[in-house]
């Protein structure tokens, strides 16, 4: 190939990058002010638009049969095709993700922990471009895999056993078929979301990705946890944001049986109603069990408006309530009582020095139920708890 032909490639490879370079300055400092758009298409198709436009300007400017012969020609037009394919089809999913990018944009303003439906259509066009680009590369492969003759005969041989072919693919690719399906699944039956708060295997976090194979949790401390998305449809877990972000803080007291549970009422009543973390919503403070132990559990509950002020409500009452009980009950903090009980004959100068204790004497038919318990003539131990 002369010398001509060379200039005339390189100038076609030049003219085309120009056009894709004026187009971007149009995009960026005239368009941008009216078209949200083009920022978007500007910065996503800084490569690939520069790409497409050096290979189309290529294709245009290649030398004739005549210049450089069958056999190079043909060379020179399949690696061409196969640029074409390549380099087109990255443009077009850079277009595509520069399109969703808008979106998902417009979709952070107001993408809140209230905001379900942002969150959810956030969630869904995440993963509908995901699968719509894993569908486009797979068509681009196979289109350039066929254009060797090779691969065509084996095509055609392929295509008469599709049934098999069809079985063995699908048993091959299950777990990722799974993956994908199970992915779908969860985005468009809303049952979970980007940024949703939401504890799996006892780690609690909010939803920081999901892809077509894995989602990311990212957990309070900044660790990451990342799970199988089809582990969400096969077991269950927990969604504190999927209906809305109201949510009770509960923090629960083992204390004594002398505690005042009246002024314990108030204080708490007091503390919480002075929170800024409080939605206003309503507020208890009840004795609901009783330990194997012997203490009782005092629970104190307060709403919130979202996951993170219950959390801080919950410290607030928590640090509160000990530092009050201490000082001004420390009766009521837990404690483990242990009963002597001591024959009548056996006087313990103890129990004459503390009458109040929990050391008590028992008369003669006590004296006898130790006897006959323990088995000895003596009687019951006098130390026995």
Request: hydrophobic share 50%; aromatic share 12%; with cysteine.
């Given at each position: 190939m002369d010398m001509a032909k060379w200039i005339t490639l390189g100038v076609s490879i030049a003219v085309a990058v120009l056009l894709v370079a004026a187009a971007h300055w149009v995009l960026r400092h005239k368009l941008a002010?009216?078209?949200?758009?083009?920022?978007?298409?500007?910065?996503?198709?800084?490569?690939?638009?520069?790409?497409?436009?050096?290979v189309v300007g290529a294709n245009l400017g290649l030398p004739s049969v005549?210049?450089?012969?069958?056999?190079?020609?043909?060379?020179?037009?399949?690696v061409m095709v196969i640029l074409m394919i390549a380099a087109l089809t990255?443009?077009?999913i850079t277009l595509a993700y520069a399109f969703t990018d808008s979106i998902l944009a417009r979709l952070d303003l107001s993408n809140s922990d209230a905001d379900r439906r942002a969150r959810r259509l956030q969630t869904q066009v995440r993963l509908l471009r995901r699968v719509i680009t894993s569908i486009i590369v797979t068509l681009a492969v196979s289109a350039i895999l066929f254009t060797f003759d090779e691969i065509q005969a084996l095509g055609a041989g392929l295509l008469a056993s599709a049934g098999v072919l069809g079985i063995?693919?699908?048993?091959a690719a299950q777990s990722t078929l799974g993956n994908l399906f199970a992915g779908l699944q969860l985005a468009f039956s809303d049952a979970l979301r980007i940024g949703d708060v939401v504890v799996v295997e006892g780690e609690w976090?909010?939803?920081?990705?999901?892809?077509?194979?894995?989602?990311?949790?990212k957990i309070w401390d900044e660790r990451r946890l990342v799970v199988p998305v089809a582990n969400f449809t096969t077991t269950s877990f927990e969604n504190?944001?999927?209906?809305?972000?109201?949510?009770?803080?509960?923090?629960?007291?083992?204390?004594?049986?002398?505690?005042?549970?009246?002024?314990?009422?108030?204080e708490a009543g007091r503390i919480i109603t002075a929170s800024n973390h409080w939605d206003g919503r309503s507020w208890s403070c009840q004795i609901v069990d009783i330990a194997e132990t012997g203490e009782i559990q005092v629970r104190v509950v307060a709403t919130a408006s979202h996951t993170d002020t219950q959390?801080?409500?919950?410290?607030?009452?928590?640090?509160?309530?000990?530092?009050w009980l201490a000082e001004n009950y420390p009766k009521s903090l837990p404690r483990k009582r242990t009963e002597f009980v001591a024959d009548s004959s056996e006087e313990s100068g103890y129990a004459s020095q503390y009458p109040t204790s929990a050391f008590r004497r028992v008369g003669a038919g006590a004296g006898a139920v130790a006897h006959e318990r323990n088995g000895s003539p003596e009687g019951g131990d006098p130390g026995e708890a």
């Open positions: 002010k009216v078209w949200n758009l083009a920022d978007f298409i500007v910065a996503r198709t800084k490569v690939t638009a520069y790409t497409a436009g050096a005549q210049d450089v012969g069958w056999a190079t020609y043909q060379t020179i037009d399949h990255a443009f077009g063995v693919a699908g048993v976090g909010r939803v920081e990705e999901l892809s077509l194979v894995n989602v990311t949790i504190w944001t999927k209906q809305g972000t109201n949510i009770t803080a509960k923090v629960q007291f083992p204390l004594d049986w002398e505690v005042p549970i009246a002024e314990m009422r108030e959390w801080f409500i919950a410290c607030e009452i928590r640090e509160h309530m000990i530092a």
